[in-house]
């Protein structure tokens, strides 16, 4: 099946800092989404980005589909930033169904 | 607009017991999907209904099987459990064949 990885697995900031979080796969997809997972596990999408750029606040993302990777930026972090981020990919063929990478946690500290 | 709905939002059961966990998806999504998630982990694709049949399914044993009911909505039953099967469970609507899933809060079940 398809591989997705995500890295860095960890990452501390200080408030205010700037971040990139990295999902590449392993196969061509037809959707790709950037997760947020709040300390009581709802999973809030951030971006629904199979190829391009998107942009949203703080936030934005960039999915290069030919190369196979997905890159989520986070500018001037704050504390509510903090859990988990995740990418999830469905595979360009076949039925459709998400999977997940194993995530990036962040903890932005005050 | 309401989004997933999940219900309950938190449940004990013993070993050996059976569970139900039931989804609402997203007003104007037909197609519904589980996920497990074990603490620390991404969730796992377990099983995908639409029209009310199986369409797609995860590696994971018969004891889990579903249901999907005319208004869409879905149920998530699990028989004979183990421990291992304390998890998060995810619901997530989506439109058949176009793109973007929307999750639910997600049922924690604790097996003892």
């Known amino acids: 099946g398809i591989q997705v990885e995500q890295s860095p697995p960890d990452l501390i900031l200080q408030e205010g800092a700037n971040s990139t979080l990295r999902c590449n796969f392993s196969?061509?997809?037809?959707?790709l989404q950037w997760f947020h997972q709040n300390p009581w596990g709802q999973l809030i999408n951030l971006f629904y980005i199979p190829s391009g750029t998107k942009q949203n606040g703080r936030l934005s993302a960039t999915t290069v589909a030919t190369e196979r990777y997905s890159l989520l930026y986070i500018s001037s972090s704050q504390t509510t930033d903090s859990g988990v981020y995740f990418c999830?990919?469905?595979?360009?063929?076949?039925?459709?169904?998400?999977?997940f990478g194993k995530g990036t946690m962040l903890l932005v500290s005050p | 607009d309401a989004g997933v709905t999940q219900s309950p939002t938190h449940l004990i059961k013993t070993r050996g017991q059976q569970v139900t966990l039931r989804c609402s998806p997203k007003?104007?999504?037909?197609?519904v999907s589980w996920y497990q998630q074990a603490l620390g982990q991404g969730p796992q694709f377990i099983f995908q209904y639409y029209e009310e049949e199986e369409r797609q399914r995860g590696n994971f044993p018969d004891r889990f099987s579903g249901h999907q009911f005319p208004n869409y909505s879905s149920e998530l039953n699990v028989n004979a459990l183990l421990l291992g099967d304390s998890a998060l469970y995810l619901c997530?609507?989506?439109?058949?064949?176009?793109?973007?899933?929307?999750f639910g809060s997600g049922t924690r079940l604790t097996v003892v």
């Open positions: 007003s104007g999504h037909d197609t």
């Open positions: 999830a990919v469905e595979l360009e063929s076949g039925y459709s169904t998400l999977t």
């Open positions: 997530a609507s989506s439109r058949v064949d176009f793109g973007g899933y929307t």
């Open positions: 196969d061509s997809v037809n959707n």
